[in-house]
């Protein structure tokens, strides 16, 4: 533990040297937010943080997140001077190159000690709390000895200005996160200028309004960043530290300004500032004794590491969290032999309903399991007899009431999963995810295992009307690299789809689910949905026409198929749950499934753009308009949506 201040400032002004030497050598990047924030993250990291650089995954470290992502070179220094194998002081003289793991912005996937991907900013904070309620639940579950740490954040003005951190700090206030400590670069300075430009906010009454503890302190004095922290710390709320801080600090012509925001200093600036701040060393060069002092803070960490695996040697608890850290699910035999018992029922129910049977089975069995929704329970289906209310007053709980917090919800689910131990699910109508897409799109670059039970997937909720029904929604979903999404059409389908999410370790999922009823058509095979789309029904007369159709449109194709071969005209059904897992079949399946030589029509209640990749120049048939407000079945004719309707296209096309 340094506290010598004599000490401090060196180890300070290296990461303002590493930081305004990369960004000069990339000839773009932040030198600002790191240079600032140097002296309050030298203290957090040789006095507060627990962390054991030789063990970057050790399970009961302290979170750091950088949610102003764009002083990724903060990160990056932090993690080099205190000793972690990566990044390497090669990778930061190549920062923002193409061969580097230090990228523009941190990625969870490039540096072990990432903890998040940061830079859409204000979610950083936001999946902080979920990384700190992460930690409360299996504390809860596990215990002191095995699970005890803190989630540290640096934010600056603009992660507080965005409005999913009045999402967090209520989810936050509300769950009584007293482990979640936010320090707020609070520099005045944002791109276009003073935030005086644009906000006069009272940060503080806010947060405080909420239920949060709040401080400030001088961001360059350190005593004093050490006594904020330390309130921050003890403090049972969860904190906000404003630290005051100067913009740039140690370039001495430019500190202060915007310009350093996000602009290299200049050759002569870094000379001013080499003199300003008495930093002889060469670029990326750290002296001998100042990088001793920076890998003695790692000692108490390594101890701290030491301590616990002694604990967790001596405890039977301590191998199910190693399997629930490590992401490996437990047995699901119990769960398979159920779901084959449902071929055998033919259980007509809308999908959202299939969807919370098939998670009474899956919460039964698999503990990491932590629901929610965001204020439409009911509605979405989403808890269970196995998941009681996860509250302040209960960490122990699994089922989080977020609110109507969509983006709130689904950065706090990305935040559980980034922690480990926890899979988490929630719940809201699949219209809102546009409120949370940016927060999906992090699940997917992140490679988290969230998945999303979105319901009143299309105009087949009826009587709500325009601003509720879905229609362009599947569609800009599957834009989405490295997402499934998942569109069942009967309960075996949802029972499949939802197996298929919780056995991909590093893909979030999208379950789009009906409100209105649907029959069961499938009454054999086994996880046919893990193909993405496979023939539900083949064609008795000659085949002519193949017919794709996604969950409710399914039946619809059913339908369809049974007028057509009524008139001597051969249809297959294919029923496609999943496009990208159907991309990812062989060539000859997927020609098979989808044969180029006859009528190909696709039926999907949705926009059509993007089905011709399927039925090339055959029948789209979708909706390509907003919807309207009346009862379901009224809709579907309107919109002409029903076997009567199109099975007359397709002979047309046909004649
Ligand atoms: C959601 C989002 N909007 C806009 C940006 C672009 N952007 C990056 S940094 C920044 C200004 C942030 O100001 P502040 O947090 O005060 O950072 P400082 O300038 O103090 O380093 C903006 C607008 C972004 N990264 N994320
Ligand atoms: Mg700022």
């Known amino acids: ?118 830079g859409p900013l204000g979610q950083g904070i936001a999946m902080a709390v979920g990384f700190a309620l992460a930690e409360r639940h299996l504390n809860a579950r596990f215990g002191d000895d095995l699970v005890d740490h803190h989630t540290w954040v640096i934010a600056g003005d603009g992660c507080l200005m965005e409005g999913i951190n009045h999402e967090a700090v209520g989810l936050a206030g509300t769950l009584g996160l007293g482990r979640l400590n936010v320090l707020w670069d609070d520099n005045k300075i944002t791109i276009d200028g003073d935030t005086s430009l644009s906000t006069t906010e009272d940060v503080l009454g806010r947060y405080s309004a909420s239920g949060w503890h709040v401080t400030s302190c001088d961001g360059h004095d350190f005593a004093d960043i050490a006594r904020a922290l330390a309130e921050a710390k003890a403090d049972p709320r969860p904190s906000l530290v404003a630290c005051r801080t100067v ?116 919460t039964a069995q698999i503990p990491e399991l932590v629901g929610g929704s965001a204020d439409l329970t009911g509605s979405n289906n989403t808890k269970t007899k196995s998941t009681p209310p996860l509250t302040a007053q209960d960490y122990s709980g699994r089922y989080v009431y977020y609110g109507i917090r969509e983006f709130g919800m689904a950065a706090a689910m990305n935040g559980m999963a980034l922690h480990g131990g926890i899979i988490p699910y929630g719940g809201t109508f699949l219209v809102f995810s546009d409120y949370c897409r940016n927060a999906i799109r992090l699940s997917a670059l992140q490679h988290a295992r969230v998945v999303y039970v979105l319901t009143h997937d299309s105009i087949g909720l009826g009587e709500d009307g325009p601003t509720h029904q879905p229609i362009e929604h599947v569609m800009s979903m599957r834009l989405i690299p490295n997402l499934q999404v998942f569109r069942p059409a009967d309960v075996i389908e949802t029972a499949e789809c939802w197996q298929l999410a919780l056995a991909s370790r590093n893909t979030p999922s999208v379950l789009a689910l009906t409100r209105q009823n649907l029959p069961q058509l499938r009454t054999s095979g086994e996880l046919l949905s ?126």
């Open 1 to 118: 533990m340094t506290r010598d201040p004599t000490a401090l400032a060196p180890m300070a002004n290296a990461i303002r040297a590493l930081a305004m030497d990369a960004v000069q050598a990339a000839n773009s990047g932040h030198p600002g937010m790191p240079m600032g924030m140097a002296d309050v993250a030298t203290v957090l990291w040789s006095q507060f943080l627990k962390f054991d650089p030789s063990a970057p995954d050790w399970s009961d470290r302290d979170r750091f997140i950088l949610s102003a992502g764009h002083g990724s070179m903060l990160v990056y220094a932090l993690l080099n001077l205190s000793g972690y194998a990566s990044p390497t002081i090669g990778d930061i003289r190549k920062f923002r190159q193409l061969d580097s793991v230090c990228a523009g912005h941190p990625e969870n996937f490039l540096i072990p000690g990432v903890e998040c991907t940061t």
């Open 247 to 362: 913009i740039g600090k140690g370039a001495p012509n430019k500190q202060g300004g915007h310009n350093v925001h996000g602009s290299p200093l200049g050759a002569d600036e870094i000379v001013a500032a080499r003199d300003y701040l008495g930093w002889s060393a060469a670029p990326f060069e750290i002296p001998a004794d100042i990088a001793a002092n920076w890998l003695a803070t790692g000692e108490a960490g390594k101890q701290a590491h030491a301590a616990w695996t002694a604990r967790a040697a001596a405890n039977p608890n301590a191998a199910e969290l190693a399997r629930r850290m490590a992401g490996d699910l437990p047995s699901t035999d119990a769960i398979e032999a159920e779901f084959a018992g449902w071929l055998a029922k033919s259980q007509k129910v809308a999908t959202r309903k299939s969807s919370e049977l098939a998670l009474e089975v899956l």
């Open 530 to 655: 893990a193909k993405g789309a496979y023939r539900l029904v083949a064609a008795t007369a000659a085949r002519k026409v193949v017919i794709v159709a996604t969950g409710s449109e399914v039946e619809i194709a059913v339908d369809t198929a049974k007028l057509l071969e009524a008139q001597g005209i051969g249809a297959d059904v294919v029923s496609m749950p999943s496009w990208e897992l159907f991309d990812a079949q062989d060539a000859a399946y997927r020609a098979d499934v989808l044969p180029a030589d006859v009528l190909r029509v696709s039926i999907e209640a949705g926009v059509t753009t993007g089905w011709q990749k399927y039925v090339g120049d055959g029948l789209t048939i979708g909706i390509d308009s907003f919807g309207a407000s009346a009862p379901a079945e009224v809709l579907y004719d309107h919109f002409g949506l029903t076997a009567a309707k199109i099975a007359p296209r397709i002979l047309d096309r046909l004649a």
